[in-house]
């Protein structure tokens, strides 16, 4: 196996004085799509935001290693230019900062990065057009405000659109499912499918196996009490769907 | 040229002024400026009138008008323009030929314009067909009184009934206030059904600290509509105090929409009289305060009339060790029945050294009244910064989007489109935006 995309290592950390990560450690190689379940509370957000880098999270122990570079020590910013995704579980709503205003800025932001151009606007617009098509969004959503007043599901879609245009590297998808009916949870999985490729990789953190029908996973892995008890293949979901978590957590404690 | 500063003072003994004008100064001085103990005016920055040469500016010469000129913005389309400078208009940087009811008012004619012979009550302003009280007034009123006995000249507008006029009206402050100030003026008034768009600009040219008392007097009628754009955008260094007393007729609609974002320190007074039958006003007010800058608005709206409405926000942003203040004042009288009156004020602290007061005041003397009010001061949120974070963008085009969502929703309201354009260009200068406003747009 090549060096992985994402490798952590004994990972623990802190938020508001409790301990959530207890010694978390996980890789996922290039072309892969893992899934991490796991019961409420068990770390899920938690791991998707200590490696998005969001503010208010203690790292006590531990190791990250993103493309063979420390991702902790990154900037947020940082870690997007460098290819790393968060879809939120809850996207904020930020009235007056219109959408395709940020999409634009984030990509440009990423290809400054990597040595390139401003993205053409025509192009841009034919690019953004396109995947907005495949996730059966409203053009009208553009000109809107970041997520304002969208729905759960378009807000879902619109996670999903930006990951589409920025084209990461390593895509973390916080409960990306949850809130969709199913027509919606078919549009957001055909999305996240047509990004798998050989050198990308894709995390999904889900609660439920439904999102696995439609975007199978290479690897699943259980988090309880911030660490991974147990790992497998697709057939590990199905089988947490049959008998629920209590059979693993127990056997974990 | 001198270059000592000439006193209020010696102003108000020496004979430089006509007798009405000397009596009115002497009458403001007895009185006193306004003071940081005088409730209305405890967040302005009063110690700009301190030391202050107050001797108007004298008649742009050739200097002066090229300096105007030099800061003149683009024309805005279908606007005639108007430009004063150091309190002068001046017809050679206006429009040619002037546009209907556009005249200037000095000397016996100007003075007329405001000696009242008995002192009307305390909260009266001036307005041009209710001159201004000689005697004891409200401390509010103060400045107003020293733009009379200091003024000039005034630039008068008459607009006829059932008129529609489109005009800019451009102050340009070129002189350093050390030496000398601006006293500009403005008479205006709407007959019954006309239309006016005004937009009104405060400018400073070279880098002198200038030093502005304006006086505005608008006089809306029955059944007319006023959209006025008000955007002082001075030179970091410009001292600037003005005074706008509007008196609004039956069913006039008077919308307004201002930009705050220049000068060193600015207090905006507004004294609004809703005294018609279902009179209404939008108040919309964006200020930006960076630096040491201190901005400062007290606005009283009163509710005279039966079914008089005020719809009123107020944006602030105070970034660097700056201070933004607004006072809200709403009252609502006796005789306005089925009144009402929304306030939504909000301020921004952007700055660990910043300070922001955000003020809604309610005097309500009559039960058949709907009246809401909401006054917030916040920091930016984190959670949207750590989201524009997450997708690449840098911390300070973060912040400046951010800032950005907070005004925008005021001052999206501004038309014509060019003019949006250009108070958005002057917001993104003032909140360091280094991104492509065009893309905002």
């Known amino acids: ?253 | 040229m001198s270059t000592v500063p000439v006193r209020l003072e010696e102003l108000a003994a020496g004979e430089s002024l006509a007798p009405p004008r000397r009596s009115l100064l002497q009458a403001v001085l007895a009185a006193g400026l306004p003071s940081a103990r005088d409730e209305n005016w405890r967040y302005a920055y009063l110690r700009a009138l301190d030391r202050q040469a107050f001797a108007p500016a004298a008649r742009p010469g050739a200097e002066a008008q090229r300096l105007a000129a030099s800061v003149l913005p683009a024309p805005l389309e279908g606007h005639a323009r108007l430009v004063v400078v150091d309190g002068w208009f001046c017809p050679e940087l206006s429009n040619e030929p002037l546009p209907q009811g556009v005249s200037r008012l000095a000397g016996a004619a100007l003075d007329a314009a405001w000696v009242a012979t008995a002192p009307s009550a305390a909260y009266a302003p001036a307005t041009p067909s209710r001159p201004l009280a000689a005697g004891p007034a409200s401390v509010d009123l103060r400045l107003s009184q020293l733009n009379a006995a200091l003024a000039p000249e005034a630039l008068a507008i008459e607009l006829p009934p059932g008129s529609d006029a489109a005009l800019e009206v451009v102050f340009v402050a070129t002189q350093d206030g050390a030496v000398a100030a601006s006293h500009p003026a403005l008479r205006l008034r709407l007959g019954e059904s006309a239309a006016l768009s005004l937009v009104e600009r405060h400018l400073g040219a070279g880098d002198a600290g200038s030093f502005t008392n304006a006086d505005l007097q608008l006089e809306v009628g029955r059944g007319a509509r006023l959209r006025h754009t008000r955007l002082q955008l001075l030179g970091p260094r410009a001292r600037h105090f003005e005074t706008l007393a509007l008196r609004a007729g039956d069913g006039c609609e008077c919308e307004f929409l201002s930009l705050a974002a220049g000068a060193q320190s600015a207090r905006s007074t507004a004294l609004l009289e809703l005294a018609g039958r279902e009179a209404s006003l939008q108040w919309n007010a964006v200020a930006l305060g960076d630096r040491t800058q201190v901005n400062d608005a007290f606005v009283r709206v009163e509710h005279a009339g039966p079914g008089a409405r005020t719809r009123q926000a107020f944006r602030g942003i105070a970034a660097g060790r700056s201070r933004v203040a607004f006072n809200g004042h709403m009252v609502v009288r006796e005789g306005a029945l089925g009144a009402s009156s929304d306030q939504s004020l909000k301020a921004l602290l952007a700055g660990s050294e910043a300070e922001a007061d955000v003020r809604p005041q309610l005097e309500i003397y009559v039960d058949d009244v709907r009246a809401s009010h909401g006054a917030t001061v916040g920091k930016l949120d984190e959670q949207m910064r750590f989201y524009l974070l997450s997708r690449g963008i840098d911390r300070e085009t973060a912040d400046a989007l951010l800032k950005w969502a907070f005004v925008e929703d005021v001052a999206s309201r501004i038309a014509p489109a060019a003019l949006r354009h250009q108070v958005e260009d002057a917001m993104a200068t003032q909140l360091r935006a280094v991104v492509d406003v065009g893309g905002i747009r």
């Open chain 1, 1 to 253: 196996m090549s060096a992985p995309i994402l490798s952590i290592r004994d990972l623990r950390a802190r938020v508001g004085g409790r301990d959530v990560l207890d010694g978390l450690s996980l890789d996922v190689g290039a072309g892969e799509v893992h899934a991490i379940m796991g019961p409420n509370g068990s770390g899920k957000s938690t791991l998707a935001y200590v490696l998005a880098g969001r503010p208010g999270y203690e790292i006590t122990a531990g190791s990250v290693t993103y493309r063979g570079e420390d991702l902790l020590k990154l900037e947020p910013e940082e870690r997007a230019r460098a290819g790393l995704f968060l879809g939120f579980q809850y996207p904020v709503e930020i009235p007056g900062v219109n959408n395709v205003y940020l999409l634009k800025a984030a990509l440009n932001a990423a290809r400054k990065h990597q040595g390139l151009p401003e993205v053409d606007a025509f192009e841009f617009l034919a690019v953004v057009r396109e995947k907005m098509k495949l996730m059966q969004m409203d053009e009208a959503f553009l000109s809107r405000g970041v997520n304002e007043g969208f729905s759960g599901g378009e807000k879902k879609r619109n996670e999903i659109l930006q990951m589409l245009v920025l084209e990461p590297t390593l895509a973390l998808l916080d409960e990306t499912d949850s809130g969709l009916d199913i027509d919606a949870l078919k549009v957001v999985s055909r999305g996240v499918n047509t990004l798998r490729a050989p050198q990308r990789a894709i995390v999904l953190v889900t609660h439920y196996q439904r999102l696995l029908e439609h975007i199978v996973p290479d690897r699943v892995h259980v988090l309880a009490r911030g660490r991974i008890v147990r790992s497998g293949d697709r057939d590990l979901a199905l089988e947490l769907e049959r008998r629920g978590y209590d059979w693993i957590t127990g056997a974990a404690a």
